[in-house]
Structure formats: C-alpha cells, structure tokens
C-alpha cells in the first residue's frame, strides 16, 4: 500500500483514530483561546522582566551588542513570513504548502537559535570583562532577556515539531486543523514583537 504523503493524509489529531466517531472535530476557537491566555501571561512576564532590566542599568551604561544580532533578527523576521504563509495554507486547505511553510519556519527558528548562541556567549564573556565597572550588571542583564527569549523560541519550535511529525509519519492533514497552524502562527509573531521591543532597548542603552 502507497504510504500517505502530508496532502494526502486523514484529518490531523494528537494522537486520536481518524475512524473513531467520538473523535473530537477541530476546534479553532479553543487553539487560540488557549494561544492568547498563554501570550497574556508571557506579556506579564516580559513586561515585568524589562522594567526590571531598565530599573537595574545605570545611567552611565554603555550595551555593546554583537553585531550578529542584526543577523539573528533578520532570520527570525523571515520566519515570522514563513509561519505566516503557513498559515494562509492551510486556511486555503493547501496541505503542501502547509507542510512546506511549516518546515521552513522550523529550520529558520533552529538558525536563529544557532545565530544568537554565540552572541550570548560574547555578552557572558564581556560580563567577566566588565566585573570592575560600575555597571558590571549590564551584560549580564542583557544576556538573561536573550536566553529567556531564545528558550521560549525553543518552546515555539516543539509544536510545528509536533505538527510535521504527525504530517509526515503519522498521515495527518495539516489543514484538517487550520486553528492549530494558527496558534503557532500567533505565538510566533508575539515572540518577533517582543524581540523587536527588546533589541530597540538594548540599542538605546
């Protein structure tokens, strides 16, 4: 027997039999509703994390930033494009491209994880450097925002992870759950916004 290709699969489910009648049909009114309840907790606590951040910098700090952030940021903005046609994809039940937006997206976020490890690892190394100044915790700060929002980055990778597997192993249709690819597709630009916000600031300083 043909194996299913991601167009050609049955409806998606974590882990639920397509034939079974008491399979539950999508829901995207639950897929984002959870979403937006997640993003407003994650709005608090970054919110709070950089009023912290701008509290805790002296007035006379100087942020030298790596200048392979303006890369990073570059890639995640392409991802923000590419989850974005994803999901446009599977609203127009094109599973294909679906699968292929999504997969993109995925790669693009892995890069931009790559990009911003060795940037964390220079702001660590510029801390050490500045352990005599008077404003020794700048680079620290700096590099716990980065790694607090590359780990929710991570976070955002663990579902389109989820979502391909189930694609490409399991023959589940993409577009049989739009609600899902759109709620990676909300987490995903909550997160450029608020790097966005948190590279601005790191400029200013």
């Not at 034939?19 to 509703?33: G, K, M, T, V």
Request: positive net charge; hydrophobic residues 55%; charged residues 10%.
């Amino acid at each position: 027997m043909k194996p299913p290709l991601p167009g050609d699969a049955a409806p998606f489910a974590f882990g639920d039999d397509p034939s079974d009648p008491q399979r539950r049909p999508d829901a995207p009114s639950l897929y984002i509703l959870g979403t937006a309840l997640f993003i407003a907790s994650l709005i608090m606590l970054f919110g709070a994390t950089m009023v912290g951040y701008l509290q805790s910098i002296p007035a006379d700090a100087h942020l030298k930033l790596p200048p392979a952030l303006w890369l990073s940021t570059g890639v995640l903005l392409v991802s923000g494009v590419t989850i974005h046609l994803a999901a446009r994809a599977a609203r127009a039940a094109d599973a294909r491209r679906t699968f292929r937006m999504l997969a993109v997206t995925a790669g693009v976020a892995l890069v931009f994880i790559a990009v911003q490890t060795p940037c964390m690892i220079a702001l660590l190394h510029a801390h050490a450097q500045a352990a005599a100044a008077s404003h020794v915790g700048v680079y620290g700060l700096t590099f716990t925002l980065i790694i607090l929002h590359a780990l929710h980055v991570l976070g955002g990778v663990v579902p389109m992870g989820w979502l391909l597997y189930a694609a490409k192993r399991r023959g589940r249709d993409l577009t049989a759950r739009p609600g899902a690819i759109r709620a990676c597709a909300m987490y995903w630009h909550f997160l450029e916004i608020v790097w966005l916000v948190m590279f601005v600031t790191f400029l200013t300083i």
